[in-house]
C-alpha cells in the first residue's frame, strides 16, 4: 500500500467575485463568472506558448473542502441517493484537486483572464495544462 | 503570493507494464497498455457508482518527474522549440500532476483494470475523477 505523501506548492491564485462555495455553480458552464489568475511571478516564464484565446485545463487545491468524507449526495441535491466521491465531481474528496477547463481571455505578464471558472476567491491553483484535441487523453 | 503548501496523499498505485519513461507513450491513445489501479482498501468506499465500461479520469503524482523545470521541448523532441511547461503536457512541472483519461474494463473490490494508461509502473494516483460530458467542464 502506497503511505508516500508529496507536497504540492501552488503557482498561484484564483481571484473571483464567487466568494463562498455556496455562490459558486457546480461547473463553469452552469453560469461561472470570469477569474483572474495571478501567477507567482517565479512561474511566469512557463506561460509561454500560452495566448489569448487557448483552451486551458486548471487544476486547483480546493482549500475549502472536506478530506474525510467517501460518499456525498451528487450535485448537492439531498434527494438524490449517496455516491462514492470517485463517481462525483464533489470538492470533498481524499484530495481536493479541482479540474476546471477554461479558455484564456488577455494575459497581462503573470496574470491571466480566463473564463468561466467555478472556483472561489482565494483558491490556490497548482497546475495549467493546455487541453488536448479529443482524440487525446483529457 | 501564495506560499502555503499542501500534502497529498496516493489513494492508490498504478501496476503496468510500462517500467521507465522512456517506454511509456506521450498520451494513453498513443498505444498505451491497459493497466491495474490498485487502490488502497480505506478509499475502496469511494468507488460505489462506478462499473466496468464508465470513463474516468486519473489524476496521478508522476514521481519520476522533474519539478525544477519550466521550458521543454514539447513531446520530447530535441528538433521542436522550448516552450513553457505550462502550455505542454510535459511530466516535468512544478507540480508533476498527471491527467489520463481510461475507460474501467473491470472492477475486484478494491483493484480496477483500466485502458488505455500511459503511467509507469508504481505511479501514484491521487484521485479519480468521472468524465464529464463534452458540454460541462473536462
Not at 500560452?50 to 487545491?61: E, H, K, N, R, V
Not at 467517501?70 to 474528496?93: E, Q
Amino acid at each position: 500500500m502506497n503511505k508516500d505523501s508529496y507536497e504540492i506548492e501552488p503557482i498561484g491564485t484564483i481571484h473571483s467575485e464567487l466568494k463562498t462555495r455556496q455562490e459558486a455553480p457546480n461547473q463553469g458552464c452552469e453560469g461561472a463568472p470570469e477569474a483572474w489568475i495571478d501567477l507567482n511571478p517565479e512561474f511566469a516564464e512557463g506561460l509561454e506558448g500560452i495566448s489569448a484565446g487557448c483552451d486551458l485545463i486548471l487544476i486547483t487545491w480546493l482549500h475549502r473542502a472536506r478530506r474525510d468524507v467517501l460518499k456525498v449526495h451528487p450535485r448537492r441535491d439531498p434527494t438524490r441517493p449517496l455516491a462514492g466521491v470517485f463517481a462525483t465531481r464533489s470538492p470533498d474528496r481524499p484530495n481536493p484537486l479541482g479540474l476546471h477547463q477554461v479558455r484564456v481571455l488577455e494575459i497581462n505578464g503573470a496574470r491571466i483572464r480566463v473564463g468561466p471558472l467555478e472556483a472561489i476567491d482565494g483558491t490556490p491553483l497548482v497546475d495549467i495544462k493546455p487541453l488536448l484535441p479529443r482524440s487525446a487523453n483529457a
